[in-house]
């Protein structure tokens, strides 16, 4: 079932090994499909579908095809969602789709993605099914199995963008160059709404996301031409191109024949037959229609339904035009009658509708015969040729040192070992970030309550501002003590924002809760701007300093003599537990305020002093002062955050556990060493026998790299 693949593939945290996805969801893409010459075609044959039907018919369609989209609007986003990764935070191509990204969720704003426009529209037409969120889309019935094959395929690329990249950026720039979809032209021109431009994909949605001048469908471009001086990955790009626009054929011509069926109550009723045909067969052994047993002719309905519609249209089950007299509509459905509830208030439609039309004249809309779009239908239905499953538990690298574990967490997907390695490591550091809760004066309170939270903010930034006025007078540090601390600094600072990675999932970054964190990460990357960058910033310090370090994603930063082992025991837990926005969400928001808020009012002044003081550049501090405010800036968003996740929840006692796992994550900034013990995770825990890891492995953990 491609409802599945589609299920499967929605959660953030999922993996599936490269070989089991491509054989899920590749198709016949290589049939030399042009974006033009697909869109008029689709636009040709929803526009003549609309001059032969009447205006209730138009409306019925329009709001057909509403219900039957909503997966693929749900996925309005995807194809770039999952591209961004600590080891490419500073490529400039990376930014662009990064632009993007945020212009199709909303740029931080909750309920504003591209995805949520169609939700409203869907409301306004009274269609809430459509506006349900994708767990649920995955489990509505109503809408057709073969429709989630396209939005089904391109979440499940997605959750493997180190391996697809190229593949991915394929299929965005052709989503972006069909603009918005000829079905959905259809709908707007029958239903109206203003949000309709929003479902366009070569349309900005946001006011400034994307840099001045700039086009989605542009940067799509550039992006996919930055590919162009690697023929592998440009040879993915245009794989991507195909199989997108194969899909969306697909898709496109399955709607418009489940539409045809829709509106004709003859050919729903034979999809109907056809559908339960299998289960039927079953019990109608002795039930006799025209000579033959109701189980046979259900046998060859499975293939084709039309004869076995005509001859139940001919028994005397049935009254043409009446199915308040037809027994097959009423004593069979009815309580003791033999299909009882076999039928749900959908189908029970289905069959009235029919029973009623076959007592007018036929009214077929469409020059290709019913046999014609069932035979399409038919062809169209066809099943995943094999299993969803993530492979081999063994795939992966179990790291057996902190700079070798460093490496291998630069990218996104995570395969089974190092996944469990990761949630291994990311247990280690909260066991110990647990045992500080309480044991400083820092911990957050005790409890939490509306409202608190934001009172106790100011109070931490009134204490760091106090601690700063004292320290005031205090020694400046050597300048090579400063310089030391600042290389000392750059395994972490190098990917700032890596715990909140998992937000950029269309999902998570246009909800309530992850709106603020998506916007936050937006901003450590610099808003699209590579001169804002955070980790670009960070490096012109350095390199002020006279230090020049290597790519954050390579083997040689990594393994770069200047930097200590113990440098990289936090940013292991931070590339760690940005891979999972589901299963450690409580902690990250904890430790997501830890870090917001640590610098701001102190820290950072201090340090500004340092630097200042050694003609040193201080911009990187200023600009977190500033930025990471707590008024209106990251540690203000952060706690926000914390309290609409924590004012979601009913139970009282999973309010407490939430929020002390909240208090946990907060900790989890900063362990003291003298409360909780050693946080060398690697002299700790036994060593799990590893593999050695070489620049290849690079490849496959991090997102492609864009030649700029
Ligand atoms: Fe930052
Ligand atoms: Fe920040």
Request: charged share 25%; with cysteine; net charge negative.
């Amino acid at each position: 079932m491609w409802r599945e693949l589609f299920s499967y593939s929605i959660n953030p945290e999922v993996f599936l090994d490269v070989g089991n996805l491509w054989s899920l969801v590749h198709t016949d893409q290589d049939r030399g499909l042009e974006v033009a010459a697909l869109r008029q075609e689709s636009t040709a044959r929803w526009s003549d579908l609309a001059t032969r039907l009447s205006a209730g018919q138009r409306r019925k369609a329009a709001r057909f095809v509403l219900e039957q989209s909503a997966p693929v609007a749900a996925t309005l986003g995807a194809t770039l969602h999952s591209l961004s990764a600590p080891g490419v935070f500073e490529l400039p191509e990376q930014l662009s789709a990064m632009a993007l990204l945020a212009d199709d969720v909303g740029a931080g704003a909750a309920n504003c993605a591209r995805a949520d426009a169609f939700r409203a529209i869907a409301r306004r037409h009274g269609i809430d099914a459509a506006a349900a969120p994708p767990h649920e889309l995955a489990q509505d019935r109503r809408i057709n199995d073969s429709l989630f094959r396209l939005p089904g395929a391109i979440l499940a690329l997605s959750r493997r963008s180190d391996a697809f990249g190229a593949v991915l950026i394929g299929a965005d720039l052709a989503q972006r160059e069909l603009g918005c979809l000829p079905s959905w032209s259809f709908a707007a021109e029958v239903l109206g709404a203003p949000e309709w431009e929003r479902l366009d994909m070569a349309i900005p949605q946001t006011a400034d996301s994307l840099p001045a001048g700039e086009t989605p469908l542009g940067l799509a471009r550039a992006l996919a031409d930055a590919l162009a001086d690697t023929p592998d990955q440009q040879a993915q790009c245009a794989t991507g191109i195909a199989l997108y626009l194969a899909l969306i054929d697909e898709w496109d011509r399955t709607l418009f024949d489940l539409t045809l069926a829709h509106l004709d109550p003859r050919l729903s009723m034979a999809l109907l037959l056809q559908a339960k045909a299998r289960e039927a067969s079953v019990y109608h052994e002795n039930f006799k229609l025209e000579g033959e047993s109701l189980r046979d002719w259900l046998s060859k309905a499975r293939k084709d339904p039309l004869p076995l519609l005509e001859v139940l249209g001919r028994s005397r089950i049935i009254r043409k035009g009446d199915p308040d007299k037809s027994r097959f509509a009423t004593q069979m459905l009815d309580y003791g009658g033999p299909m009882f509830r076999v039928f749900n208030d959908g189908e029970i439609a289905i069959i009235r509708d029919w029973i009623t039309d076959l007592g007018q004249d036929d009214s077929w809309p469409h020059p290709d015969s019913r046999g014609a779009v069932l035979a399409r239908l038919a062809a169209t239905f066809v099943a995943p040729r094999s299993e969803i499953g993530q492979g081999d538990a063994t795939l992966g690298v179990t790291p057996t040192g902190i700079r070798q574990a460093y490496f291998t967490l630069q990218g996104r997907a995570l395969a089974p070992a190092t996944r469990a390695f990761a949630a291994e490591y990311c247990e280690f550091w909260l066991a110990k970030a647990r045992k500080c809760i309480d044991a400083t004066c820092r911990s957050l309170p005790v409890d939490w309550q509306p409202g608190l939270l934001r009172e106790w903010l100011l109070d931490t930034h009134d204490h760091h501002a106090a601690r700063f006025e004292q320290s005031a007078e205090t020694e400046i540090p050597s300048r090579e003590a400063v310089i030391e601390q600042s290389v000392q600094l750059a395994p972490l600072t190098l990917i700032d924002g890596a715990w909140l990675q998992g937000f950029t999932d269309i999902a998570l970054a246009s909800s309530r809760v992850g709106a603020p964190l998506f916007k936050t990460y937006w901003d450590e990357l610099g808003n699209g701007a590579w001169d804002m960058n955070h980790p670009k910033v960070y490096r012109g310090v350095l390199s002020a300093m006279g230090k020049e370090l290597p790519p954050t994603g390579s083997l040689e930063f990594a393994h770069h003599p200047d930097l200590r082992d113990d440098s990289f025991q936090l940013p292991v837990y931070w590339l760690a537990i940005g891979k999972f926005p589901s299963s450690y969400r409580a902690e990250i928001l904890g430790l997501n305020l830890a870090m917001e808020l640590s610098g701001v009012g102190g820290t950072y002044r201090n340090a500004h002093r340092f630097l200042q003081h050694y003609n040193l550049p201080t911009i990187f501090v200023d600009l977190h002062n500033t930025i990471d405010n707590v008024s209106d800036g990251h540690a203000a968003w952060a706690a926000d955050a914390i309290d609409l996740f924590i004012s979601a929840i009913e139970d009282p006692d999973e309010v407490r556990k939430t929020w002390s796992r909240v208090r946990a994550g907060f900790e989890s900034l900063d362990p003291v060493a003298r409360i909780c013990g050693n946080l060398d995770f690697f002299t700790t825990r036994s060593k799990a026998p590893g593999k050695p890891v070489s620049a290849a492995d690079a490849l496959h953990h991090v997102p492609p790299r864009m030649n700029a």
